[in-house]
């Protein structure tokens, strides 16, 4: 079992940053895909960013195309955690914000029935 707690949300005007963290425990998951999803109200959970290991250190990213440009995920195995940096953000960007671990490595990552544990969320709000 792997239990993931997201943390690092907040209020923050648009133009601003923020770094939302997923601290994974249970397991390494080094070798995991993981992924950040977002679930604004009213509407379903859209995915934003994955990263998928691709053997070594290497490992491959993908973006959803509206933050593209604008946000970064990243991971410190040492610690366990992934990371997503959110900068220039917009009131768009305004949910709760969801870390997604996947067993299998490789994964492209955008489909959120691929992941086989969820944090509990961490809301980012942006005004404008």
């Known amino acids: 079992q792997v239990q993931l707690v997201e943390s690092g949300g907040g209020l923050v005007q648009a133009g601003g940053s923020l770094r939302v963290s997923c601290a994974a425990s249970g397991r390494t998951v080094s070798t995991y895909t993981m992924g950040w999803f977002r679930q604004a109200p009213g509407k379903e959970r859209e995915f934003v960013a994955a990263?998928?290991?691709?053997?070594?250190?290497?490992?491959?990213?993908d973006y959803t195309d509206s933050v593209k440009g604008r946000f970064t995920i990243s991971r410190d195995n040492a610690k366990n955690t992934v990371y997503l940096q959110m900068n220039s953000l917009k009131p768009e960007d305004t949910a709760v914000y969801y870390c997604?671990?996947?067993?299998?490595?490789?994964?492209?990552?955008?489909?959120?029935?691929?992941?086989?544990?969820w944090g509990q969320g961490t809301q980012v709000s942006v005004s404008s």
């Open positions: 997604g671990a996947a067993r299998v490595p490789g994964l492209l990552g955008r489909i959120a029935r691929e992941y086989d544990y």
């Open positions: 990263s998928s290991w691709s053997g070594g250190n290497i490992y491959y990213t």
